[in-house]
């Protein structure tokens, strides 16, 4: 059964769904550019070894892992209404809050790694 989707312009000029629309697509944005993240925070990390780029970096990734926790704790419908959403998704939210609790365990666990690896000098 295929859902008819229709739109209208809200008064806002927002465009707004009047059916529930098919998150899929939106799932595998969100599951692909955390790969890329990821992806790109590992070669940052191969790539610059010296102590200020991982001050940086480490301060840097702080958005990206507040994402993914809001996303495991809350739902990615709680985010969209956050940010002001007017399309209805039906999400399979156990999906994807365990992606988003798997990629903020990875994130924590590289920013752990760098953390202690720039800041272990000072504590010996």
């Not at 191969?46 to 495991?72: C, D, M, N, Q």
Request: glycine fraction near 2%; hydrophobic fraction near 50%.
């Amino acid at each position: 059964m295929q859902v008819q989707r229709t739109a209208y312009i809200k008064s806002k000029g927002k465009i707004n769904m009047d059916s529930y629309s098919n998150p899929f697509l939106f799932e595998m944005i969100y599951f692909i550019i955390s790969i890329l993240f990821l992806i790109t925070f590992i070669c940052y990390r191969i790539y610059f070894k010296s102590e200020k780029s991982r001050a940086v970096l480490f301060f840097s990734t702080f958005p990206i892992g507040w994402l993914h926790y809001t996303v495991a704790d809350h739902g990615m419908s709680f985010l969209l209404k956050t940010l002001d959403s007017s399309y209805l998704f039906m999400f399979d939210e156990s999906f994807i809050r365990n992606m988003a609790l798997i990629f903020f365990l990875l994130h924590m666990a590289l920013t752990f790694n760098l953390f202690w690896r720039s800041n272990i000098r000072r504590f010996k």
